[in-house]
């Protein structure tokens, strides 16, 4: 049953055309996924399509009641921001639309909250779009992806994996294309280049005739005649080659190998030690005395609820608070999305080498890592959106003079394809990471160690996301039989010891095993 149609639809920026959308429609219990960089007009079209604004052009109808979730809350100085959206998406689901449209619904809210969003939203039996940075959230959720691209809207059956595997056999076969057109155009080129040199040759007297030869036999005729159709076969081939459909190359990106300040003083080293230490802040204590160790090259995401004093935690590192022992060797840099640093009057290029350690040729590779390519680097920072302004920012960060991350959030602000393209860059990177995140995708591509906050407690995890959400803790039953375990291997040798050189201190070592075996049962 279809709920909404829409036909030929334009929608305009200014001059700038983001939707050219011949037809989209939204069947019953639809679960859409929509996305797209940030600034393709995704939020726009929900606004089309909750009728708040007219499209410029086109038209679609609709018999049903929708709910627009908006990505911009408002304000509430007695609520925290996941409080806020809590509130935002109960309202909204209490007035039971057919048709949910939600920009960027877990905004603000923790990981706990976002499972929590996402048992609703399965149980719930309208049709919805979502808009949303969170891949794990579109997995979870969604039955379609809608794309936007170019103002241009594709749909893609399955989650955002299953889109994401489909865009690789796009890929896949873009790739194939480009190697099939180049191979097809220089087949073409070498037999325009060889018709072309055979008709130059036809305009010469061949070296064995002589004039009054040639005059007799009528050779001249013969190759003007041959000269004619070679250059008609060659204007043929030339016709060819400018009709043939020109395939874009797949852009390869390459490789970072960096040079870190101090690499073999802190890898595989402990380079930062906390000891017994609580976190306190005025008269609250947000985690109770906790012990842990940080090694050079550890990848480590911090994890726990809003309010759990992650952020604290961070800070106390940079300030290094007593209680916190930083190695000399760790240089640290901080990323909060503060994109201050940057000066909005030079170009990208020039904010990012202004404080670098690294090359220039090293510096682009980066930029192009982050999807700047060519001559996007000489783009001044002022024309740049937040998304980009954020990647510039970090870009400048990465190569600077240290070897250690401190990340609060990166992919706040980021859209998908930029949170990709930094988890590549992250992935690649040797140097120490530690970073705050609730985006499950992000923490399970990057850390290889988790530090959990949980009931104001500070919990070390030596092992990755998926891991830790497969562990399950040894029971204090599982303990003794192990225990037991062990003790009773002990008797057997001691016994068997004893059988052929009986001592006093054997004989005090079985009954020492005996003991523990009856306090364990």
């Not at 201050?340 to 350690?357: A, C, F, G, H």
Request: proline share 3%; aromatic share 8%.
């Amino acid at each position: 049953m279809i709920l909404l149609e829409g036909s030929y639809l334009k929608i305009y920026i200014k001059e700038r055309c983001i939707a050219d959308i011949e037809k989209l429609t939204i069947q019953k219990q639809d679960r859409i996924g929509l996305v797209g960089r940030n600034g393709s007009g995704k939020t726009t079209l929900l606004e089309v399509l909750a009728g708040k604004r007219a499209p410029d052009e086109g038209s679609f109808s609709h018999k049903t009641q929708i709910e627009l979730l908006p990505q911009l809350k408002q304000t509430d100085s007695h609520k925290s921001g996941g409080e806020l959206t809590q509130d935002y998406i109960k309202a909204s689901l209490a007035r039971n639309p057919e048709i949910l449209l939600a920009d960027e619904p877990t905004t603000n809210l923790d990981t706990s909250h976002i499972e929590w969003l996402e048992k609703i939203m399965n149980r719930w039996q309208g049709a919805f779009i979502l808009v949303s940075h969170d891949r794990e959230f579109l997995d979870a959720l969604c039955t379609k992806i809608w794309e936007i691209e170019d103002g241009k809207l594709k749909e893609y059956n399955g989650n955002y994996s299953d889109y994401k595997a489909q865009k690789e056999q796009e890929l896949l076969q873009q790739k194939n294309a480009y190697e099939d057109y180049e191979r097809t155009k220089s087949q073409l080129e070498n037999a325009l280049d060889m018709k072309v040199r055979k008709a130059e040759r036809a305009t010469k007297k061949p070296k064995n005739l002589s004039a009054s030869e040639a005059s007799i036999t009528g050779a001249k005729p013969y190759f003007a005649k041959k000269e004619k159709k070679l250059l008609k076969t060659a204007k043929a081939i030339e016709t060819r080659l400018e009709k043939l459909d020109k395939v874009e190359k797949i852009k390869d990106l390459p490789t970072i190998k960096m040079d870190l300040p101090n690499e073999r003083a802190f890898k595989n080293r402990i380079v930062l030690r906390v000891t017994d230490t609580p976190g306190i802040i005025g008269d609250r204590t947000l985690w109770k005395p906790a012990t842990f160790h940080i090694k050079g090259g550890d990848k480590l995401a911090i994890i726990g609820p809003n309010g759990s004093g992650k952020t604290t935690l961070l800070k106390k590192i940079m300030n290094q608070t007593e209680g916190f022992s930083v190695s000399p060797a760790m240089k640290i840099g901080y990323f909060s999305q503060n994109i201050d640093i940057l000066n909005t009057n030079e170009t990208i290029l020039e904010n990012v080498k202004s404080t670098s350690r690294q090359d220039e040729t090293f510096v682009r590779t980066v930029l192009a890592r982050l999807r700047f390519f060519r001559e996007d680097v000489y783009k001044p920072v002022d024309v740049l959106s937040g998304g980009e302004r954020v990647k510039v920012a970090f870009a400048k960060l990465f190569v600077s003079d240290i070897n250690t991350l401190i990340l609060d959030e990166p992919t706040n602000f980021l859209d998908i394809e930029a949170v990709e393209a930094l988890e590549e860059l992250l992935n690649d990177y040797e140097g120490t990471i530690l970073f705050v995140s609730h985006d499950r995708r992000f923490i399970e591509k990057i850390a290889t160690r988790l530090l959990l906050f949980e009931h104001r407690e500070i919990k070390l995890f030596n092992g990755t996301y998926p891991e830790y959400k497969n562990y399950e803790p040894e029971t204090e039953r599982d303990a003794k039989e192990d225990q037991l375990l062990v003790i009773e291997t002990k008797i057997t040798e001691v016994l068997s010891r004893l059988s052929i050189e009986p001592s006093d201190a054997l004989e005090k070592e079985f009954q020492e095993l005996l003991q523990k075996k009856r306090e364990l049962i």
